[in-house]
């Protein structure tokens, strides 16, 4: 499993950007994929996932703080997941990495999974900086 990160930068308040997560060596199904954050100074924080499962097919989840601003979608022939990042603020600031996880048998959805890779499981990207300038 092999996750690249891509779509990061420099940014005004109120602009946008999408960042990209490329993986290899699987293919979704039966995975959770997540886009964790992480300032400088500050805790981790789980931004969005989505999940590829029969139980609970692809259903999402996002940090309340970028809920109707950011959207997590997925690219299934390109094997990429996108965070589409809009009305960015500078507290959005960050280092983005995305992560996959195998959930199947698991019986858990997309906020269940975010707890995972929060306690450090899957496989994770190298990330990518996000600045938004004031």
């Known amino acids: 499993v092999q996750l690249v990160e891509s779509g990061g930068g420099l940014v005004q308040a109120g602009g946008s950007l999408r960042l990209s997560c490329a993986a290899s060596?699987?293919?979704?199904?039966?995975?959770?994929v997540g886009w964790i954050r992480q300032a400088p100074g500050k805790e981790r924080e789980g931004v969005a996932c989505?999940?590829?499962?029969?139980?609970?097919?692809?259903?999402?989840y996002y940090l309340d703080s970028v809920k109707g601003r950011f959207t997590i979608s997925s690219d299934d022939a390109k094997s990429t997941v996108y965070l589409e990042m809009n009305s960015l603020k500078p507290e959005d600031t960050a280092t983005y990495s995305c992560?996959?996880?195998?959930?199947?048998?698991?019986?858990?959805?997309?906020?269940?999974?975010?707890?995972?890779?929060?306690?450090?499981?899957?496989?994770w990207g190298q990330g990518t900086l996000v600045t938004v300038s004031s």
């Open positions: 060596g699987f293919t979704f199904d039966d995975y959770a």
């Open positions: 989505i999940t590829f499962t029969d139980f609970s097919g692809s259903s999402t």
């Open positions: 992560a996959a996880v195998l959930i199947r048998g698991l019986g858990i959805g997309a906020q269940t999974s975010m707890r995972l890779f929060l306690d450090d499981f899957g496989s």
